[in-house]
């Protein structure tokens, strides 16, 4: 599996300074008054392959982040059989998934829906929102948020994480909030 955490803080292609003759999507980083921003640059990430060769395993779902910068973070998403993402929000970010392949249940704003190949899924800040893979097939799916928050930096602490609870724990740092689970 790809490399498990990225030290954005002290990379060198993270702070401008390119260390390979092709651009990655890391290093657009510019310091403005002791402030590290994002900017996005042109490119192309291929297929099978993420940002810096990253690869995260989210109990049991591969991620592979494709695009990062300040304004919006977009991932690579397997989602195996019987997978999921309990009901949660994200109260800064709008969220969504373009899906590929599969089918996903989910429950939006407390409402049961379904969403296959080539349907686009909406979860606009606040607005609570759990995803399900309850069918026997893997679903693939392409997932961006706008703006990028501290999501890039869950996916890198959670990553191999075994323990939903800590999981739970570590995504209430970062911006993403759990709904207790229903009595």
């Known amino acids: 599996m790809g490399q498990a955490r990225h030290d954005r803080q002290n990379c060198g292609r993270c702070l401008g300074q390119r260390v ?3 651009p990655s999507a890391l290093d657009s980083k510019e310091i403005v008054e002791g402030d590290t921003t994002m900017t996005m640059t042109a490119g192309i990430t291929p297929d099978g392959t993420g940002i810096d060769g990253l690869q995260w395993n989210v109990l049991g779902q591969t991620y592979v982040p494709k695009q990062l910068s300040d304004s919006s973070f977009s991932w690579h998403a397997t989602f195996p059989p019987g997978t999921f993402v309990p009901p ?9 998934i373009y899906m590929f392949d599969g ?37 693939t799916c392409l997932f961006w948020v706008t703006p990028t928050g501290k999501l890039f930096d869950l996916f890198t602490r959670i990553h191999n994480v075994a323990d939903p609870a800590e999981v739970v724990r570590i995504a209430a740092e970062h911006e993403v909030e759990f709904l207790p689970p229903e009595a």
């Open 20 to 22: 390979m003759s092709r």
């Open 88 to 96: 949660h929000l994200h109260p800064t970010q709008d969220e969504f």
């Open 103 to 139: 089918r996903f249940d989910l429950v939006l704003d407390g409402q049961s829906e379904s969403a296959g190949p080539g349907d686009l899924i909406r979860l606009p800040r606040g607005i609570s929102h759990g995803i399900f893979n309850n069918t026997e097939n893997p679903v």
